[in-house]
């Protein structure tokens, strides 16, 4: 039986991660855009792991609003404290939910969505001004790894915000 391209062993994760964030440097070197930046970032990080959803949501006024993104159709508004990525806001932090059906509250886009990690971007003045959300179609697919690897690859966007 194949594995499923979303599925990948830590080894693997790791040294893709490490491919990753050259690409992205090379992508947002010199783009003052934010959204295009974005744009490409979500790309690249959906073509590399082959997740469900990648995408970003921007913070404007009390709400988030949906970003550049690759994947099926997304939610377009979340509150502050709404869902994962209402959450992860809120609380400035990064979180991972292995079963996004026991997480109080998510709010389901894609009933394919099984498990989601989302990373805060913050802006120059140190707040949240943005999140990378990212959904897999498999149970528990996010390690230590991820979260690492992520997290160094929205501060490399941190500038453009």
């Known amino acids: 039986m194949e594995t499923p391209l979303s599925v990948h062993t830590t080894t693997d994760r790791a ?61 377009t508004r979340i509150a502050l404290g709404k869902g994962v ?27 394919l969505s099984r498990s989601e ?4 971007i913050h802006d120059r003045q140190g707040r949240v001004c943005a999140v990378l959300d990212i959904d897999s179609s498999a149970l528990d697919d996010f390690s230590a790894v991820d979260v690492e690897g992520l997290t160094v690859l929205c501060q490399l966007m941190e500038p453009l915000s």
């Not at 934010?34 to 949501?57: C, E, K, L, R």
């Not at 990690?117 to 805060?120: E, G, K, L």
């Open 15 to 75: 040294a893709l991660h490490a491919a990753l964030l050259p690409q992205v440097r090379a992508l947002i070197d010199g783009e003052a855009d934010a959204i295009a930046a974005m744009a490409n970032v979500a790309a690249a990080v959906h073509t590399t792991f082959q997740w469900h959803w990648v995408g970003f949501y921007r913070v404007v006024g009390n709400e988030l609003v949906l970003g550049p993104f690759q994947g099926p159709v997304a939610c």
């Open 117 to 120: 990690i989302v990373v805060p």
């Open 85 to 111: 990525c209402g959450t992860a806001w809120k609380e400035d932090r990064v979180l991972v939910v292995p079963d996004v059906d026991l997480f109080p509250g998510h709010i389901a886009c894609s009933a």
